[in-house]
């Protein structure tokens, strides 16, 4: 059974209190630089792997696209998606990522934010989305970064004061399950290497074309711990270009 943590009303009201989820993109720290590789979403077919609130598929709408599928395993997060961003261009779908079935060269565009981390087999979806994207097609992603989940816990060492030291990295080749913390509750991820990420593109038929590890933008700096972000990467993001 694939975790579905965001269905849990709990876990996804305090979800719904983040500045991403109140403002959007421009709530999200990345979004700056995500936006930069962005491809032309004009007259394109887009699918969202996890798409939450559906606020990149209403930005790909919003840019011309023909068309655009937004899929996630939680229906709170489709309802809140169908309130905030609907659009006639714009299908909604229930579904785990891993249980998607579509034709061999369906999209032009495979985007996918902060979602590929919950997915066990990685490699496997890397070879589906190939399939799935026409001739010349871009996959478009954030995941946490490796340095971030490496550990599992995913907090930051304190001393007896309670101030910050440091932040650990421990069996970092040693790829699998994490038990993680996210917003006080407990929850599954998965930590993989740098290496197999880039390489699962590379081994498929992916050519990297972007690989960026977005810092903090400077108009968030004032916010609570943000200028703590500047000591680790917490995510990275990659666009690839299908052969």
């Known amino acids: 059974m694939k975790e579905n943590k965001y269905d849990e009303q709990k876990f996804f009201m305090k979800y719904s209190e983040m500045e991403r989820s109140k ?3 421009q709530g999200a720290g990345e979004w ?3 936006q930069k590789i962005l491809p032309d979403f ?3 077919k887009v699918l969202d792997l996890g798409c939450g609130y559906g606020w990149h598929c209403k930005y790909a709408a919003d840019q011309g696209a023909s068309s655009v599928l937004g899929t996630d395993i939680s229906h709170k997060m489709l309802e809140t998606a169908k309130r905030k961003n609907s659009d006639d261009r714009i299908t909604y779908q229930c579904s785990a990522m891993e249980d998607l079935e579509f034709p061999a ?4 565009i ?6 590929f981390h919950y997915v066990k087999e990685y490699e496997q979806l890397m070879k589906r989305i190939v399939m799935w994207l026409k001739q010349g097609g871009e996959l478009v992603f954030s995941v946490e970064h490796p340095v971030f989940t490496s550990y599992g816990t995913q907090d930051w060492y304190y001393n007896a004061d309670g101030n910050i030291l440091h932040f650990p990295v421990d069996n970092y080749y040693y790829e699998g399950e994490r038990n993680a913390v996210f917003l006080g509750e407990k929850v599954t991820k998965y930590h993989r290497t740098m290496t197999t990420y880039i390489n699962s593109l590379l081994e498929n038929g992916f050519m990297l074309e972007h690989f960026v ?3 903090p933008p400077k108009e968030m700096m004032n916010l609570k711990g943000m200028k703590d972000e500047m000591r680790r990467p917490i995510m990275f993001l990659i666009s690839a270009r299908k052969k």
């Open 42 to 44: 004009k007259d394109k």
């Open 110 to 115: 495979v985007i996918s934010s902060l979602a």
């Open 23 to 25: 403002k959007g993109l």
């Open 105 to 108: 060269e369906t999209f032009d």
């Open 213 to 215: 590890e977005p810092k």
């Open 32 to 34: 700056t630089e995500l």
